[in-house]
């Protein structure tokens, strides 16, 4: 199995940045990025345009690097062009991309104010059909189909174990699916809003506009009113 990489991304010591490598994809995708032709009678490479300074021609080597990578190409792309690439002490030239988002996820993690936030971080590794976990399951899968192929009792023995490694990956997101939720339950409930306030109290408050009218019994109301005694009834008793 080939490790040359698909497509080289550096700069020369002349300062030009140049691309090689590659099929036709590849190419179409480094022109989108900005790169253009440069031809000699024997070869020809792509370069990014001259006198554009080194903080654009770095955003640009990345941009075209991250759409390589994202269509599966293998990219080697000069440290020195990288502009979003992560460093630790034991990787200074941020080589190992996919393990420093990761970290990124533990610095995020680390950094989330609420249980809500750290909530929707503790999703990114836990989602059951796009976390780091289930993927970290694919990967694995894959290795073992790659290792199976070779058709010798290392290629199987390895395959066995890439195999097992899938499967505890894939029981330990079995294991904490509901770890999101019980992150998130251990904040208080969410405030409401003054608007949601106003609008429950008009839901729930009673009437005060119309008072209800007192009840009249019909025994009241067949009885008319008496009218007081004139003084002539009164000496007649």
Do not use: C
């Not at 698909?6 to 691309?19: C, K, M, S």
């Not at 533990?106 to 289930?134: M, S």
């Not at 890439?162 to 251990?186: C, I, K, N, Y």
């Not at 408050?205 to 008319?224: F, G, I, K, L, Y």
Request: no cysteine; net charge negative.
């Amino acid at each position: 199995m080939s490790t040359t990489p698909d497509v080289v991304i550096t700069r020369e010591p002349t300062g030009n940045v140049t691309a090689e490598g590659g099929d036709e994809l590849a190419v179409t995708l480094l022109k989108r990025a900005g790169f253009v032709i440069e031809t000699t009678p024997r070869s020809f490479w792509y370069r990014l345009p001259w006198d554009m300074g080194e903080e654009r021609e770095n955003k640009m080597a990345s941009h075209a690097a991250r759409m390589l990578t994202a269509v599966g190409y293998h990219v080697n792309l000069d440290p020195g062009l990288g502009v979003t690439r992560v460093t630790t002490p034991t990787d200074p030239a941020g080589d190992r991309a996919i393990g420093h988002s990761v970290l990124t996820l533990v610095d995020h993690l680390n950094g989330a104010a609420t249980y809500g936030a750290a909530a929707e971080v503790v999703d990114e590794v836990l989602d059951p059909d796009d976390g780091v976990l289930v993927r970290l399951g694919d990967f694995f899968e894959a290795a073992a189909a790659q290792a199976n192929a070779a058709d010798t009792q290392g290629g199987w023995d390895l395959s066995y174990v890439f195999e097992d490694a899938a499967a505890t990956v894939r029981e330990l997101g079995t294991d904490l699916h509901a770890a999101s939720d019980r992150m998130r339950d251990l904040g208080p409930s969410a405030q409401r809003s003054w608007q949601e306030g106003v609008a429950h109290y008009y839901a729930t408050a009673p009437n005060r506009h119309t008072a209800p009218a007192a009840a009249v019994s019909d025994e009241a109301a067949a009885t008319p009113p008496s009218t007081p005694d004139s003084p002539a009834q009164r000496r007649t008793r």
